[in-house]
């Protein structure tokens, strides 16, 4: 989680799907004085959604109408990270209407009619939640997809230590050394392993310099 | 409004002058004729609401006043209310551009970013920034900060002290250990100037060429604060304005000497004094175009406003209200300023810095190119 807010928002592409009322115009001027490119979209008809692949290729921020039905498809997953991010402008304040937008992926709300001086604040924390949200996202993957493949890991550990007639802790420190080694995350590393793809290098851990992995 | 008693009275003064010499100029000359009602908060943020209240309920429908951003951000949901508009005459930090407001001092990128430029490439690229403890130190800080350590420098240390804070031995010490490059100092009214004393004596006391190797730089700094210096402590400070007492052309030559006519006790003009007398004159321009003091109508006609001012052209820029200024990098000597750089034409107000720092692209880190092949 290191990375810089963002505060600078020139150039990128806000596209608003609102009913046209509330302080749209105050929040397309002001998103003009930040340097965004504003675009209106229409208003899909009842029961559809704006299709996503056309909303990623066509802007990069997303402002809809909580007043309006789901612009968005509320399928977005448990994460709801949306292609890009979404601010949701709240016209009711109903729990129903929040939700809504929540669901389709809104991290942070603007009041309507729409108030200047809320804009830089909505925008700033819309677009940096998101980007967090979005890299939670990724990294909860990852760490997902490694405990999906801790059995390889197992299994391996086992296949080292009989191989090398050494005990749990040592082949876990050599397995460590080898990926790190081969710049292989160790689920790749063991993934090989097992296939036989890979060896390892050092006969055993005592062969190495001692380093702060081991335990 | 503005308040000539409390902890930031002489550039308060100042402003209230140059305002002052802009009516009277306005009376004998026209094209309207203005009645100036004056109030003094003392520096109270809780006096600037209650008072703009008042003027506001009396029928006054603009007001030229405010120094501080704190007072500023204070009054203007007050403006917002009462259908007023706030003709705010100083340089500050940006990052806003309200309705209600016009915008007459310097935007962050005809300030600062200009001191920066001139402070790296002259004096080296390690800062040490000082403030008084609120938004106009913050960032300027901040600002420095970003630009300092993008273009490769550092900021030694940023230490912020409470508005009318005078014991600052504590900071000049850690200044001297430090010895940055420059000092960027964000320190108002009496804070700013015990601390280029304080610095000055404890430099002399050293053996240390503090003016040469390690200036004060500022965009706070003006004719009226020289003036209330000790003279031994007035030499060789740099500061970023878009105006100086010392700019030699037919209109500043008359508005000096119309201010010394008037205030014949006073310090020289300033950028303050200036942005002041620019306010009240672009307002009774838009007045008289718009033949009401009613705001929808003052604000259309206000961004057509052009003005040869003592500093050169200025205009209005129509979407942030700000106004197209001359930046400036002037060092002090005695009660004036050299000038020592310039800006060759008036450059177009950037409030939220959208133009002149980089862009944050989170969308452009995805590639929208397709290979061919």
Known sequence: ?215 | MFSTTGPYSTVAGAMLNGALLAVSEIGEAGPVELVPVVVDPGGDLSRYTALSGQLLAEGVRHVVGCYTSSSRKEVIPCFEKHDGILWYPSHYEGFESADNVVYTGAAPNQHILPLIDYLMSTFGDRAFCVGSNYIWAWENSRILRETVTARGGTVVAERYLPVGETDLRKLVDAVIEARPSFVFSSLIGVSGLAFLSALRHACLARGIDQPGTMPVASCNLSEPDLDELEPEARDGHISSSVYFSALRNPVNDAFVSRHAAAYPSAPLTSADAEASYIAVKLLAGALAEAGTDEILAVKAAVARQRLAAPQGDVWVDAETMHLHLTPRIGRSRGTEFDIIREEPVPIRPDPYLVRSAPTDSWFASAPRLRVAK
């Open chain 1, 1 to 215: 989680m290191s990375r810089n807010l963002l505060q600078n928002f020139r150039g990128a592409r806000a596209l608003i799907v609102a009913s046209g009322e509330g302080g749209i115009d105050t929040l397309e001027s002001v998103l003009g004085k930040l340097g965004l490119v504003v675009a209106r979209a229409d208003v899909p008809e009842a029961g559809r959604h704006l299709d996503l692949a056309l909303v990623e290729e066509r802007a990069d921020l997303l402002f809809i109408d909580g007043d309006l039905d789901s612009v968005l498809p509320c399928d977005l997953g448990a994460a709801r990270t949306p292609p890009v991010p979404v601010i949701g402008l709240v016209g009711i304040e109903a729990p129903g209407r929040l939700k809504a937008l929540m669901n389709q992926g809104a991290t942070a709300f603007l009041r309507k009619p729409v108030y200047a001086g809320a804009v830089y604040t909505t925008l700033f924390l819309g677009v940096n939640q998101y980007l967090l949200r979005k890299e939670m996202a990724s990294e909860l993957n990852a760490q997902q997809d490694r405990r999906r493949r801790r059995k390889a890991v197992i299994k391996t550990i086992l296949l080292l230590m009989e191989e090398h007639h050494v005990d749990d802790d040592e082949a876990y420190v050599m397995l460590r050394r080898d990926s790190m080694r081969r710049r292989q995350s160790l689920e790749d590393y063991c993934e090989d392993y097992i296939s036989g793809r890979s060896k390892l290098t050092a006969s055993s851990p005592e062969a190495e310099p001692r380093t702060a992995a081991r335990r």
